[in-house]
């Protein structure tokens, strides 16, 4: 006699069921499956890619990561260590100008929010940051891929314990279509840790 | 023969920096360290101005006000 599947109901055939059922049983078993499957919702975050980073590194290129798949990605990068406190500059391909952000931080020592900038700058500073306990970063990313400004918004948050949170926006001035980013340390270098690309489902 | 220049990695290939990337990374790094103290100087700045506020009598509320 049938039975069905602990999760979904599938109908499946027992050991005792006749063999001469076995190809009706595997069309009501396909078509319970068919409607399951039709029926799923799309993931509205789908991960596009994951990059280890590798020892003592001072930068980190990932490739491969936008396409036209998806206009927006979030970007986080956790685990790892860096040799010393350092900001992770953000590009993207080979561009060295045109990055503007502003935003701030506030330190876990004070109650000063202090303001950051830059403009045309030869990167996004500090969109992540090492120390010699962990490695943070989180941003998104809007349109890399696009023939337009692509736009970020940044934060990370320091494990120093004179350290701070900090959040930043900006843009990239020029509209070239990028597929890769890549992570400078300001000083030292990285290792161990995990970048993960996600996509924002268009529609 | 002693390495001398940093290693970058391109997806999962770890390399020493050619001659060229490594001067490319000395430009970029000189770029984002004037770029940084031009903004820690602001933030100084700030935090100096808040401060010689403070003594002059404005309330944190006041200040905010500004």
């Known amino acids: 006699m049938a039975t069905t599947t602990p999760n979904y109901g599938w109908p499946v055939p027992t050991s005792t069921d006749y063999v001469k059922d076995g190809a009706t049983a595997i069309e009501a078993l396909g078509d319970a499956i068919d409607a399951t499957v039709f029926g799923l919702p799309s993931a509205g975050l789908t991960l596009v890619k994951t990059q280890t980073i590798g020892s003592a590194v001072s930068s980190v290129t990932v490739t491969g990561a936008f396409s036209a798949t998806y206009d927006n990605y979030l970007v986080t990068i956790s685990g790892g260590v860096a040799s010393t406190t350092t900001g992770l500059n953000l590009t993207l391909g080979s561009t060295a100008t045109g990055y503007y952000r502003g935003g701030n931080f506030t330190s876990y020592t004070g109650t000063t929010v202090s303001g950051i900038n830059s403009s045309n700058a030869s990167s996004w500073l500090s969109a992540s940051l090492g120390t010699t306990t962990s490695i943070d970063g989180r941003f998104e990313l809007y349109d890399p891929f696009l023939t337009k400004n692509t736009k970020i918004r940044a934060t990370y948050v320091s494990t120093v314990t004179n350290g701070e949170s900090y959040v930043f926006g900006g843009f990239l001035n020029d509209s070239t279509s990028y597929t890769a980013f890549t992570l400078t340390t300001t000083s030292g270098t990285l290792t161990g840790g995990t970048i993960r690309v996600y996509g924002y489902r268009n529609s | ?66």
């Open chain 2, 1 to 66: 023969m002693a390495t001398t220049k940093p290693f970058i990695q391109i997806d999962d290939l770890v390399r020493e920096m050619t001659t060229e990337e490594h001067t490319a990374y000395k430009a970029q790094q000189a770029s984002n360290a004037a770029a940084q103290a031009e903004a820690d100087a602001k933030a100084t700045a700030r935090i100096s101005a808040l401060a010689k506020l403070a003594d002059l009598g404005l309330t944190a509320e006041e200040i905010a006000a500004l």
